[in-house]
């Protein structure tokens, strides 16, 4: 293959997953608007002369996951096929495989692990919750929106798995199959295995920032973040392994759906 086909193949490959992804980032920036706008609203007059326009800060807050998701995606292109993860878009758009893009056997386990991950993870959080500061509880019982739903669905079924999955999860992967040379033609299943444990509890602790804007980070609260974002991580990162990239973003897209209508139904009926 010429280097020029090459780096054409790269180049399809990083539009088709920097197109899915950015999409998540831009929902963020606009569920984050009111925030922000929330934020500006508590400084002084003085104080406001000094901060740029609103469309600059959203611009600025979009920047840094949009350069992390530009290096996951070429991590992923270098990583992932060689250990032998691999997308049904770039199957078929790139490399033109001459196959079923998505069977009905993983569509079946995509959304029933995503629906299984979505009940445990309710219940598990349901169960530690009377021990949880109150205003972590408080939090858990506002009534969700469509809005931060779609942006979850998007940012974290779509753009999270393309950083945590194609990206890091890939990466770990081919370093432990060359650090520790288990595998000839392919890593081995405990590579693999212990691949997708770490980058879910990565995973987790990227989740903590947020919950300490909540709430001060006790061992609980912390322990609660790594479990619930844990288990949600290693049953897609498993997806990821036996099916597709797609596999793990239809599961997690579905996990956030079932998640949406079930808190929905618990704040108006319980």
């Not at 010429?2 to 569920?31: D, Y």
């Not at 990583?79 to 078929?92: Q, T």
């Amino acid at each position: 293959m010429s280097l020029e086909i090459k780096a054409m193949a790269v180049l399809k490959q990083f539009g088709i997953l920097f197109v899915l992804g950015i999409a998540g980032i831009v929902m963020l920036a606009i569920t984050s608007v009111p925030f922000v706008e929330q934020r500006l609203a508590q400084l002084s007059p003085e104080e406001l002369t000094n901060v740029p326009p609103l469309w600059v800060l959203m611009l600025l807050q979009a920047l840094q996951p949009t350069v992390l998701l530009a290096i996951s995606i070429l991590v992923g292109i270098g990583c992932a096929y060689r250990v032998g993860l691999h997308s049904h878009l770039i199957d078929s758009w790139v490399f033109h495989t001459p196959k079923m893009p998505y069977s009905v056997i993983e569509m079946k386990w995509s959304l029933g692990v995503g629906a299984a991950t979505t009940i445990i993870v309710l219940l598990l959080d349901r169960f530690m919750k009377p021990a949880l500061p109150e205003a972590l509880q408080a939090s858990n019982h506002t009534e969700p929106n469509w809005l931060s739903s779609l942006t979850a669905m998007l940012y974290g079924g779509i753009t999270e798995e393309i950083l945590m999955r194609w990206g890091l999860m890939s990466l770990l992967i081919w370093i432990a199959w060359k650090v520790l040379k288990q595998g000839i033609t392919l890593p081995s299943q405990g590579i693999y295995q212990g691949a997708i444990v770490l980058a879910a509890l990565v995973f987790g602790l990227l989740h903590l920032p947020t919950t300490a804007a909540i709430v001060p980070l006790t061992p609980l609260v912390i322990i609660r973040a790594l479990l619930l974002n844990g288990i949600a991580g290693i049953a897609f990162g498993w997806l990821f392994w036996q099916y597709s990239l797609e596999a793990a973003m239809l599961s997690h897209v579905s996990f956030h759906a079932l998640s949406f209508a079930l808190s929905l139904l618990l704040a108006r009926f319980v």
